[in-house]
């Protein structure tokens, strides 16, 4: 696999300089997170039929999600960075060049634990303006999140970040010198290394499946929130695993373990007795039997 690619998908020329432009490059990473974006919102449509929900709310919700989702990947991404040092020099100018390099995604990167919850709290903000309930709108976008991370991945691989440790392995990918960690610049030209990216564009993937399966087989079982917490279950496990494929991660405290690992285990930890409890603690009692109703969320 010898294929090196160009992280611009092609430019458009602008008709006067803007900051000193002349052109503007259109960048695959967006390209392919937009895409994603938009079949998760096509898979989100078609739950909400089968939930018989307006899949008008899919569509409009579909902004705040992004807005916020792609605000709290960022955050997530410059807090990990800062907690490295600050590599990339977010804070090292004005306060006006600080808080441009803060919220520009073009100039680092995006975290996906910041996206859920800022995704998450954009629907909340949605459901509220609207007047609608929060959690059936969550449970209904939830597979396709799932979706749209495994397709979104695929823009690390256009930008030759989110590789793993060298290897021999036939499904190796190079890696442009100028795009390589420290630690493997002195390795040969020849040199390929774990697409960690694919690793878990793959895992999204099953999640994907497993959470329409699930969706459907215990459709009469399941209760409002319970997608959000099965991905909170099913993501950490994927993130916990791909996660020894990342010799950039940010290390937590010098303890040579990767923080996602910590945040994976402590969301599956959190999500599992949350769910488990939800489905045999006192409120999973049928109604009737003495046991108070538990309220619906809202």
């Not at 803007?18 to 989100?44: D, R």
């Not at 599992?272 to 939800?278: A, E, N, P, S, T």
């Amino acid at each position: 696999m010898n294929f090196n690619p160009d992280p611009v998908a092609f430019t458009i020329p602008l008709p006067f300089a803007v900051l000193g432009q002349t052109s503007l490059p259109i960048y695959w990473y967006g390209i392919i997170i937009v895409a994603g974006a938009i079949a998760g919102a096509f898979l989100a449509a078609h739950e909400a039929k089968r939930k018989g929900i307006d899949p008008d709310h899919v569509w409009n919700g579909l902004l705040f999600a992004l807005l916020f989702g792609v605000l709290g990947a960022r955050l997530y991404h410059v807090l990990s960075d800062v907690a490295l040092g600050d590599p990339n020099g977010y804070f090292a100018g004005d306060f006006t060049t600080n808080l441009i390099n803060v919220l520009n995604p073009r100039a680092g990167g995006l975290g996906i634990f910041g996206a859920v919850v800022g995704g998450v709290f954009g629907i909340w903000l949605y459901t509220r303006f609207v007047k609608v309930r929060f959690w059936p709108l969550v449970d209904i976008a939830i597979p396709g999140l799932a979706l749209g991370q495994a397709i979104g991945r695929w823009g690390n691989f256009f930008n030759q970040e989110l590789y793993g440790y060298p290897t021999d392995l036939p499904w190796g990918i190079p890696i442009a010198l100028n795009h390589r960690l420290p630690q493997f610049a002195q390795l040969p030209d020849t040199a390929r290394f774990h697409p960690t990216f694919l690793y878990e564009s793959i895992g999204m993937l099953i999640v994907t499946g497993l959470l329409l399966y699930i969706g459907r087989r215990w459709d009469k079982t399941l209760k409002s929130g319970d997608m959000l917490l099965l991905y909170g279950i099913f993501y950490p496990l994927v993130r916990f695993f791909t996660e020894m494929q990342r010799p950039d991660a940010w290390i937590l405290a010098n303890t040579g373990i990767p923080t996602a690992q910590v945040i994976s285990v402590v969301t599956f930890v959190i999500c599992g007795i949350w769910f488990l409890y939800r489905h045999t603690g006192p409120q999973s009692a049928p109604r009737g039997t003495g046991t108070r109703r538990a309220v619906t969320p809202r």
